[in-house]
């Protein structure tokens, strides 16, 4: 068991084997949210379009060149690939039977379950469904009403178009959710914000993954949770990037 400071857990699965290791942390305080001025969540930047935050419409939220002149113009093919309409359309519809096999946790409901034991909330607080795809385990989240409001938050318009219409086919317009599209490496939240993170399985997709998860620490508050999943090497880095146990250790540390 290891702690880190600032308490961020990390779930690490690999292919066809079950929990490899697990960094816990103390449940997230509690905290008193008015989810109407989502004003007191964003940087200034942003403030434009809070207003605008619904589950019903993606609300962009990408890193502006001129606010930022070290963000990426275009990101590496692991990002990218899920851009593609393809990807995205079929993405939940044929690949949850591959993850039950043993390629990821489970399907949709066991994802959600393994997150919800660990990201635990009381119904006051702010959750962030980091590279949230299609949504599955966003809208599972949003759906417990563990937290006040959860935030959905993916790199690819096309897969958030795909959580877009699986709320409007399971008529859950109604959910405390927001869908913004944005850069896990530049997220437009203010420090200290945030109760709760879910990054499913997508740490090996972002373009730099120590600046997403310096990310994650900025915005969490302190004894917040954060729940990861990813692949361990040792599958080759040539689409994705992969890890072993110590490099996440190493990451993780310095966030």
């Not at 007191?40 to 434009?48: A, D, S």
């Not at 589950?55 to 851009?83: E, H, W, Y």
């Not at 190493?250 to 966030?255: D, E, N, P, T």
């Amino acid at each position: 068991m290891i702690s880190f400071y600032r308490q961020l857990s990390i779930i690490i699965y690999l292919w066809g084997l079950d929990l490899v290791d697990a960094l816990q942390i103390p449940s997230a305080s509690a905290s008193n949210i008015n989810v109407d001025d989502f004003r007191n969540f964003f940087k200034p930047t942003y403030f434009k379009v809070t207003g605008t935050l619904s589950p019903t419409k993606v609300v962009s939220m990408m890193p502006s060149i001129a606010d930022d002149t070290t963000s990426p113009k275009v990101g590496p093919f692991r990002q990218n690939l899920f851009t593609s309409p393809i990807v995205s359309a079929l993405y939940e519809r044929i690949l949850p039977p591959l993850w039950a096999s043993g390629l990821r946790i489970g399907g949709p409901d066991a994802e959600y379950e393994s997150a919800a034991r660990h990201l635990v909330g009381n119904g006051e607080g702010l959750a962030l469904d980091l590279s949230c795809g299609t949504g599955f385990v966003g809208r599972r989240i949003a759906s417990s009403k563990k937290f006040r409001h959860v935030f959905a938050l993916d790199y690819s318009q096309e897969m958030l178009g795909e959580c877009l219409r699986s709320i409007e086919r399971e008529g859950e317009t109604n959910l405390s959710i927001s869908l913004i599209r944005g850069d896990a490496g530049y997220l437009p939240f203010r420090d200290e914000v945030l109760d709760a993170v879910h990054w499913g399985a997508a740490m090996h997709c972002v373009p730099d993954a120590e600046r997403a998860m310096k990310e994650v620490y900025r915005i969490l508050k302190p004894g917040g949770r954060l729940y990861a999943t990813t692949f361990l090497r040792p599958f080759p880095d040539v689409v994705f990037r992969f890890f072993t146990v110590g490099e996440l250790e190493k990451l993780s540390r310095g966030a």
